[in-house]
């Protein structure tokens, strides 16, 4: 079976402006004697590649032990978007097969929704919402595009790593982990190549 890793390296993923950077502490270490290793991580759950809950940016929204798998494991598309700009409901318009219901969003990490964009995608029907930017906001308009969505009932999966997958039809699997009261969590996001129809038996 083939797949595509599509997660960022924890410790060397870029840090979100603001954010803490990834920490990894030694508690008990092997080579300085001790039985086993043993080490503590600290970091910010919006760290590398992560899963947003609605709690993110709706004060009752659900947190992200609350929000069902379905989101996060299922079929989905990888679409290619213009680089280094806002994606608008233009650049989205007929290119959405009916049903899409998951859509990972690949542009080098250097664009982000548009207000048009996410009001389009939300007429869609998206039920989860992909990018490998940073963010699907644009820093200056976090709350503005995040609000919508989130709201909407579109679970949001940030800094992914497309680079080496060609559009198309995927199955994913990026189940975050189950932190209760969290309002994200990373993630280990990971995209299965459908297998070929096996050939019909004469």
């Not at 797949?3 to 603001?18: F, N, W």
């Not at 609350?66 to 079929?75: A, C, K, N, T």
């Not at 709350?143 to 497309?162: D, K, M, Q, R, Y």
Request: charged residues 20%.
């Amino acid at each position: 079976m083939k797949y595509y890793d599509i997660t960022r390296e924890l410790l060397s993923s870029p840090v979100y402006p603001g954010d803490r950077e990834p920490e990894l502490e030694t508690v008990f270490d092997m080579q300085r004697g001790a039985d086993f290793n043993l080490r503590s991580l600290s970091c910010s759950l919006h760290a590398g590649t992560h899963c947003d809950a609605f709690l993110h940016f709706c004060r009752d929204g659900s947190d992200i032990a609350s929000i069902p798998l379905e989101h996060f494991i299922g079929p989905c598309l990888v679409l290619s978007v213009p680089e280094n700009r806002l994606v608008t409901e233009d650049d989205l318009r007929n290119r959405l097969p009916e049903g899409t219901t998951r859509l990972l969003l690949k542009s080098g990490g250097t664009s982000f929704l548009a207000l048009s964009g996410a009001a389009f995608l939300l007429r869609r029907g998206i039920f989860t919402l992909g990018t490998d930017a940073s963010s699907v906001a644009p820093p200056d308009n976090e709350a503005g595009i995040h609000i919508p969505l989130l709201t909407g009932g579109v679970a949001l999966i940030e800094s992914l790593w497309l680079e080496e997958v060609p559009d198309g039809n995927y199955f994913l699997s990026a189940a975050p982990l189950k932190i209760r009261g969290a309002e994200g969590a990373p993630c280990r996001a990971v995209l299965f190549v459908p297998e070929e129809e096996p050939p019909e038996i004469p």
